[in-house]
């Protein structure tokens, strides 16, 4: 059982950067965890919004494993605090069994195959953020998860 962060476009900020190195690092004591960058694509100016994320799609899908449980992060998906999320993944990790792979997509989201091929779809927020804070912020959300699945004194209510 492991669990991936799956991105289109390499993390270009230094600040992102630093975030992913600390929550991996920490993340690591809990469970295998990696991140899987997509290169973004090349010369799309020429292409549509639909092109770029058929495009986008492929190359997410080919990065999925037909076992895995494939979660996407997306704004129209179901938002949960933390500690609801940390008994989602609890679930998921004890009756479930599958390596999970959260997916965050391109600028303009996902193909409708990747849609179809999703287990679920949740949303860090009604606000829209960037695609490089998110994979920090999602990062920090997922040991957070870990603290209170295990009683740490990480997360306070």
């Not at 991936?4 to 992913?20: A, E, F, I, M, N």
């Not at 929550?23 to 965890?33: A, W």
């Not at 479930?96 to 849609?115: L, P, R, T, W």
């Amino acid at each position: 059982m492991k669990i991936t962060l799956l991105t289109v476009g390499k993390t270009d900020r230094d600040w992102v950067k630093q975030g992913l190195d600390i929550y991996t690092s920490r993340l690591k004591h809990y469970i295998p965890f990696s991140i899987v960058e997509i290169p973004e694509l090349k010369n799309v100016s020429a292409l549509s919004k639909d092109q770029i994320k058929t495009k986008e799609g492929e190359l997410i899908l080919k990065s999925i494993r037909p076992t895995d449980d494939m979660i996407l992060l997306d704004e129209r998906g179901r938002e949960y605090s933390s500690v609801e999320f940390a008994k989602v993944l609890q679930d998921k990790i004890s009756y479930v069994g599958k390596d999970i792979v959260f997916v965050i997509g391109g600028a303009y989201g996902f193909s409708e195959e990747v849609y179809k091929r999703a287990s679920s779809k949740m949303s860090l927020s009604r606000m829209t953020f960037s695609h490089q804070m998110v994979r920090a912020i999602f990062a920090e959300q997922i040991y957070r998860a870990f603290t209170i699945m295990r009683g740490e004194p990480y997360h306070h209510e």
